[in-house]
C-alpha cells in the first residue's frame, strides 16, 4: 500500500516533519510519499494547498494525511475544507498549557526553528565554525574552549558527529584521530592529558570499519580487516585503561551517537 | 514564572524536544528550564525518572509538564504514577492513523532517529563528506555530483547552510564564494557556466556581514562597512542578471535558509 502525506506548516515544517515521520514508521507495511510545503502563512497559499490535496485525493481515491503545526487559527480553519485528513500537533495541546500555566499563549508563526535570539544563534554558528576548526586533530590550541574531544580510529564517524552536536545542540566539539602515531605509542597523547575529563571515544564494528575504508581505498593495508582488528582491539583497550567513555557507532544513527553522547557526559545543548 | 519541563523518550527525545519547545514559544513570558532524559526504554529507568520529576515538583510546588514520545505502552502508563502533567504526543494520533489506514501499528523503539536503513543513512554520511570535500570552492571537479552550488560573499553563511543540508536532509551541496577574483570580473565564473541550473545565492544584511567580518578581523578594510556594501550591491545584481534565485540570510535561522531553499529548487529531502 501507498499513501500520500502532506506536511504543512507555517514555519520550516521541520517540527511536523519528524512528529508525523515517527507516527508513520509505527506502520511499516505502507510506503509513504511526502509533500512538505513550509512557510504556507497566508489563506491565498491555503488555498493551492488545498487544490493539490484534493488533486491527490482524487487520483488516489482516499483521503490524504495531513500533518500540520499551524499556529493561525484562520489558516487551520482554511484547510479543513481540504479533502485531506487533517491531523494537527499543536491545537490539541495549547488548552492543557494554557489551563496549567493560567496564561494565554500568543501564537506566533515561526518560532520553533526561527532566528529569534540572535545571540544564541551565533553560538551554533560560532559551534560550527570551531568543529570545522578543531577538526580531525586540526585547531589543538583551541582545546580549552572544547566541551568535548572526540576520539576514534579514522572513519568511525567523528566529524559527522561533531558537526552535528555543533549544528543542532551548539555544542563546541573537536575531534582528534587515532593514527599511526597512536598506534605505535599506545598511550595517552601528551596533548590530551590536560584535557582528560572531556575526552569521549567512538568505536565500531570491525567489518563496517573495513566496509567503509576499502570504499575510500580499495586493497590498501589501511582498509584490511586486519589493520582494523588490530586498531579497534587496540582502541578498546586504551577507552578502558584511561577511563575513557566510549559507544559503539555501528548501528546507530548521528542523532542517537550525539544525544548518547550529551546524555553520558551530561552536557546541556545550548539554543534551539 | 519559571518552570522545569521534562522530555522523556524511550528514542534519542529530539522529536519531543522539537513539539514541546514548539508549543512552549507561545508562551513568550514564562522562562522553561528542560531536562531531557532519553533511551528511557525500561521499567526500572522510568521509576527513576519518576522520583525526579516528584522531587522538581515539590522543591517547585508544582505539576512538572513532561513531554514524553514513548512507543511502549508499559512504560507510558508506569509514568503516570508521577506528580508530571504528562503530555503524550503519540498516543493521541495512532488511533486514527490506525483507522484510516485499517492497519495497526507495530510498535517499536527508537524508529525516529535511529539506524533504520544502513544505505539510506549513509547518504546523509556521504552528503556530509561531500559537503566537506565541496567547501568554500574546493572540489570543483565534483560539482556534477552537486545538488545545488551555493553561492555568496565571504561570512554570507554558505558552509553552515551546506553542513545543515547534508546532515538534516541528504542533499549533496557545494559552495562557491564570491571573492576579489569575482568581484575584478563580475562575471559569472568560467567553472559555474555548465552548472547554472544548479545555483542558489545567500544574501545578507551589509551592517550585519561588516559586525561578522569584524568579529574576525577587526578593523580590516574586508570588514568596513564600504567593502561589504559595495560586495553586496555587485553581488545582488550579479544574482538578478544572471537569474540565480537567492534568499536573504540575515534574519532567518539554519533550519529556515535550508528549508527555504530546498523549497524553492524543489528538491527532496532524502533519508530521515
Not at 494547498?49 to 482516499?62: A, G, L, R, T, Y
Request: charged share 20%; with cysteine; proline share 4%.
Amino acid at each position: 500500500m501507498k499513501r500520500t502525506i502532506f506536511i504543512i506548516s507555517d514555519g520550516t515544517g521541520l517540527t511536523a516533519q519528524a512528529l508525523g515521520h515517527s507516527l508513520l514508521t509505527q506502520f511499516p507495511h505502507i510506503t509513504f510519499e511526502y509533500i512538505t510545503l513550509p512557510y504556507i502563512d497566508s489563506v491565498e497559499k491555503v488555498t493551492q494547498v488545498i487544490k493539490q490535496i484534493n488533486q491527490v485525493s482524487s487520483q488516489e481515491k482516499n483521503h490524504p494525511i495531513v500533518f500540520t503545526t499551524l499556529i493561525q487559527t484562520e489558516i487551520r480553519k482554511a484547510l479543513e475544507a481540504s479533502a485531506g485528513i487533517i491531523i494537527d500537533f499543536f491545537a490539541p495541546f495549547i488548552p492543557m498549557l494554557e489551563k496549567e500555566f493560567q496564561a494565554s499563549s500568543s501564537p506566533k508563526i515561526g518560532q520553533t526553528h526561527g532566528l529569534i535570539n540572535y545571540e544564541t544563534y551565533k553560538t551554533r554558528i560560532d559551534a560550527v565554525n570551531y568543529a570545522l576548526n578543531c577538526d580531525d586533530g586540526i585547531g589543538q590550541t583551541h582545546y580549552d574552549q572544547a566541551d568535548l574531544i572526540l576520539l576514534g580510529v579514522s572513519r568511525s564517524g567523528k566529524t559527522p558527529t561533531c558537526l552535528y552536536l555543533a549544528i543542532e545542540f551548539g555544542i563546541f566539539p573537536a575531534n582528534y584521530p587515532l593514527t599511526e602515531e597512536f598506534f605505535s605509542q599506545k598511550n595517552l597523547p601528551k596533548i590530551l592529558e590536560q584535557y582528560q575529563h572531556k575526552l569521549f571515544g567512538l568505536m565500531i564494528d570491525e567489518f563496517r570499519l573495513h566496509q567503509i575504508r576499502s570504499e575510500r581505498k580499495k586493497d590498501s593495508q589501511y582498509a584490511s580487516l586486519l589493520t582494523c582488528q588490530q586498531e579497534l582491539k587496540t582502541t578498546r583497550a586504551f577507552f578502558n585503561r584511561e577511563n575513557i567513555p566510549y559507544i559503539d557507532t555501528t548501528s546507530r544513527s548521528i542523532e542517537e551517537i550525539a544525544t548518547s553522547i550529551i546524555s553520558i557526559i551530561g552536557i546541556k545543548r545550548r539554543g534551539f
